[in-house]
């Protein structure tokens, strides 16, 4: 089989692979399908760890094949989505209930083969049946929509407020479609991209601005920075009104830095939160993608082989539709 493969920072390839056994406790997918997400190119460029010689993909959903040794209560033909995170259960955070943030925590694409390839053994306590009238192309956006509901279970929102988001991806316009049903009630949707702008609009956002435009006279309760950029957090920080919240969402480089007013900060008694992935929060992402609360049609962007995706995730070629994803057809057969 074909693999997207991250062998060191700016070597991605197209590589053949045999397919995988499932391990004791694993079950091998068969791919249905697999989204490109900004942490890819951020594994690619070297600006986030992952391990030399893994096949990429952390968003990804398919059908069990096959199960190892020791698996139970999970029958060959079930369409899953997939928790990417997997936590030692053993360390003090994951003792503490967090285990998100688990000291010694692997990753699906990241630390171990991922899913963009037409197969993948995954453990079996990461995997979650989709529920039904959800297609395994809808599901590739559980995972990202999972790490969204964590972030703002985090951030605490009461119905009736104002907020703002800067960067308008894909986690971006999930966030705009989650504070509609939260019930804010002014959304405001901030990136200098036109085309995003209107996406938001189309999502639910009451109202849309460029950068330049929130920087003079916005006022929320809550501001989500979701870009990843660090010249959007000074402006998001500036928006909160008093006793305001400001989250910080987008994955930022390792060496990014941003000025901070404390005067600011203790004067108008604001919140700054940060939001890494969801613990356990998959299944209620998929939930919210098949009660049609996420559209996840309004996402679903370029549909890509795995030649393209390798440029995507190099930064290369075109600028691509979030979501951008892969499509497997299988008509290789199984060994």
Not at 77 to 84: E, H, K, L, R, S
Not at 156 to 170: F, M, Q, Y
Not at 190 to 219: P, Y
Request: hydrophobic residues 45%; glycine residues 12%.
């Amino acid at each position: 089989m074909k693999a997207l493969v991250y062998k060191q920072p700016g070597d991605v390839r197209v590589e053949e692979r045999e397919i995988p056994a499932p391990k004791p406790g694993e079950a091998l997918i068969r791919v249905a399908a697999a989204g490109l997400c900004g942490t890819d190119r951020h594994i690619a460029d070297g600006s986030y760890r992952g391990a030399p010689g893994i096949v990429l993909g952390h968003e990804l959903a398919g059908v069990v094949v096959e199960v190892g040794l020791g698996v139970r209560g999970l029958t060959v033909g079930t369409a899953v989505g997939v928790d990417p995170n997997l936590a030692c259960r053993a360390c003090e955070r994951c003792r503490a209930g967090k285990p998100h943030l688990c000291a010694s925590a692997q990753a699906v694409g990241v630390t171990r083969d991922g899913g963009l390839a037409p197969y993948v053994c995954v453990p079996t306590e990461l995997l979650s049946p989709l529920p039904a009238g959800l297609s395994p192309v809808q599901a590739i956006l559980g995972e990202p929509l999972s790490c969204v509901v964590h972030a703002l279970d985090r951030a605490e929102i009461k119905p009736g407020g104002r907020a703002a988001v800067w960067g308008l991806g894909t986690a971006g316009i999930m966030m705009i479609q989650l504070l509609k049903a939260i019930g804010q009630t002014r959304i405001v949707g901030v990136s200098h991209h036109e085309d995003h702008r209107r996406l938001a609009l189309r999502a639910g956002a009451t109202e849309v601005m460029t950068q330049e435009e929130a920087r003079i006279g916005l006022e929320v309760d809550l501001a989500v920075e979701a870009s990843g950029s660090p010249s959007a957090f000074g402006p998001a920080f500036d928006a909160l009104a008093p006793g305001g919240t400001l989250l910080v969402y987008g994955v930022m480089n390792p060496e990014d830095t941003v000025a901070l007013k404390p005067e600011a900060m203790f004067r108008k008694e604001l919140r700054i939160v940060a939001s890494y992935v969801g613990p356990s929060t998959l299944d209620r992402a998929l939930s919210l993608l098949s009660a049609g609360t996420v559209d996840a049609e309004l996402l679903l962007g370029d549909r890509l082989s795995l030649e393209e995706a390798r440029e995507w995730v190099l930064k290369q070629g075109p600028r691509r539709k979030a979501k951008a994803h892969v499509i497997f057809e299988h008509e290789e057969a199984m060994p």
